[in-house]
């Protein structure tokens, strides 16, 4: 156990609770399974459940709106207000449950590894497991860095508080309260820990654009050749997957900064789904499952023999697993990487429109980045029958305080500044939409996506998209060195029923047009002529 530098006393936060700062994971772990707050796997793994919270609750999601955001924030379905005296009101009903604690555990941790960019935030939990958990997800302070850390932000997670509707001015008793002005962040009536990692990158995404870093919800690794690529991608869409290839170094698998000299990881750890996770289809990750240190959450375990059962969805469809990254092989000792070569937009279209691979402007890059396109598809929701368009601005919509356009236009100029490579990579459907074509070979996307890195794809020959304008390989040599069809590269070609492509494609370029209004008055007249081309004209 570290001891703290800055105390909470100090911070104005009296407690009568024993005080367990900076603890490693052996001990986090022994704490957790003294509380009894999860268990060891056969494999050394701690397995816990988070109730009936098994996902972020967005709803229960509020900004203080105060002087300090009423002009920087985008207010909206995303960014809901919360009054300063109902924050108030929270912060004082937060801080009497504090007093009343016996024990509390504090990490202090950075939040992004570019030491001129990172923030400190200091985390204050009930539970053992939620304070190993951030601690494996955020950046790791060296006991130097402790002795010297002064918090910046504090955030306060207490699973056990109930918020007061009336009283506080939330939705229910749940609450994921930010106080920008205050530095001040208040987590209850959840105990599902991806709150504090997503409430670290929020911070984040609210003060780098200032300083000119484009904060991203994306993976990130380095090929052989020292070429940087970022992949942004909803969930589902294979952003974790496809960045952890052997071949290349894993800078992280989800949020990362892009600056005037790096890439850098704004955490120290992974959090990967584990729901049907194969050995043979990701074995680094597969991997971490048997590794002391890792947090599984919602996993099913045999309570007598303490076996895994990565299929089971019995807990939760979004089982989670988070580890320190260095358990996955071959990644970045500094948690960072030169400035990208290549920009890879990621996306799931179960309407099987959209080729496997198209090659992007900077204004279509920057149209597709605030469209954010990915696909439900049916059984994953109640109600769901069809594909679904799903579109999340900036590939990660509910963690974006600022208005979109602003980190839009931040990655237009660093992709012209850079002249860097842009590309939309579907991992969704082709012969058809869900339900009669298929998913994209795994093979085939690994192809394309190895071709598009490796410069393979700068000398081919390509034709423009009749719907929506972008650069689309005619032929790859590498797919057919696979034994992989051709066809693949044209969607029409794929669909038994051209006709049919050709309806379905307009009802997405209609999607798409309809979903692009609210942005088109903050977006220059370059990115307004990257939208598709209407149907109705086509």
């Not at 302070?141 to 955030?155: K, R």
């Not at 300083?211 to 070429?227: T, Y």
């Not at 590794?291 to 895994?308: C, H, I, K, W, Y």
């Not at 974006?400 to 980190?407: D, E, F, K, V, W």
């Amino acid at each position: 156990m570290t001891p703290l530098a800055h105390s909470l006393s100090s911070q104005g936060i009296e407690t009568r609770a024993q005080i367990r700062a900076n603890l490693g994971t052996p001990a986090l772990v022994e704490a957790a399974l003294a509380a009894k707050e999860g268990a060891l796997s056969q494999h050394g793994a701690l397995v816990v459940e988070t109730g009936a919270h098994t996902g972020r609750s967005a709803k229960d999601k509020f900004i203080v709106r105060d002087s300090e955001t009423e002009d920087t924030v985008w207010w909206g379905k995303v960014n809901v207000p919360m009054t300063p005296e109902h924050f108030a009101a929270l912060r004082a009903d937060f801080m009497a449950a504090l007093a009343d604690r016996e024990t509390l555990y504090v990490a202090d941790l950075f939040g992004g590894s570019q030491p001129e960019h990172r923030v400190n935030v200091r985390v204050i939990n009930e539970l053992a497991w939620h304070n190993l958990f951030i601690r494996t997800m955020l950046v790791r302070p060296t006991s130097a860095e402790l002795s010297g850390f002064a918090p910046e932000y504090t955030i306060i997670d207490l699973p056990s508080f109930r918020a007061d509707p009336e009283r506080h001015g939330t939705r229910s008793e749940t609450v994921i309260a930010v106080n920008f002005s205050e530095k001040l962040i208040l987590i209850g009536g959840t105990r599902y820990a991806g709150e504090m990692k997503k409430s670290v990158f929020g911070i984040l995404n609210y003060l780098l654009p200032d300083k000119g870093v484009m904060p991203m919800h994306c993976s990130a690794n380095i090929g052989p050749d020292n070429k940087t690529a970022v992949f942004f991608g909803l969930s589902g869409t294979g952003k974790t997957t496809l960045s952890a290839d052997a071949s290349r170094t894993l800078i992280g698998d989800d949020e990362h900064g892009w600056s005037d000299t790096a890439v850098f990881n704004f955490e120290g750890g992974c959090y990967a789904k584990m729901i049907r996770l194969s050995e043979e289809a990701e074995p680094e990750i597969y991997a971490t499952t048997r590794r002391f240190g890792t947090v599984l959450e919602n996993v099913v375990m045999d309570p007598q023999s303490r076996a895994l059962d990565l299929d089971d969805n019995a807990l939760a469809e979004n089982t989670r697993g988070a580890y320190p990254i260095d358990y996955i092989p071959n990644t970045s000792a500094d948690n960072l990487g030169p400035v990208p070569a290549n920009v890879v937009m990621l996306t799931a279209d179960a309407f099987g429109v959209l080729p496997p691979i198209a090659r992007l402007t900077p204004e279509q890059a920057m149209y597709h980045f605030l469209s954010g396109y990915t696909a439900k598809v049916a059984g994953t929701e109640i109600g769901v029958t069809e594909p679904e368009a799903t579109f999340s601005t900036c590939f990660g919509a509910p963690f974006m305080p600022r208005h979109p356009s602003i980190y839009g236009n931040l990655l237009k100029e660093r992709i012209a500044k850079g002249q860097v490579q842009c590309w939309l990579l579907n991992t969704g459907w082709t012969g058809g939409k869900y339900g009669t074509g298929h998913r994209m070979p795994i093979k085939a996307t690994r192809a394309l996506l190895n071709a598009a890195l490796d410069g393979d794809l700068d000398q081919v020959e390509y034709r423009q998209d009749a719907n929506f304008g972008f650069d689309v390989p005619v032929h790859v040599p590498v797919l057919a060195e696979q034994g992989i069809d051709q066809s693949i590269l044209d969607p029409r070609s794929t669909w038994p029923d051209p006709e049919q492509y050709d309806a379905t494609a307009g009802k997405l370029v209609q999607l798409f047009i309809d979903n692009f209004a609210e942005f088109a008055a903050h977006v220059d007249d370059g990115v307004r002529q990257a939208a598709p081309a209407s149907p109705v004209a086509a």
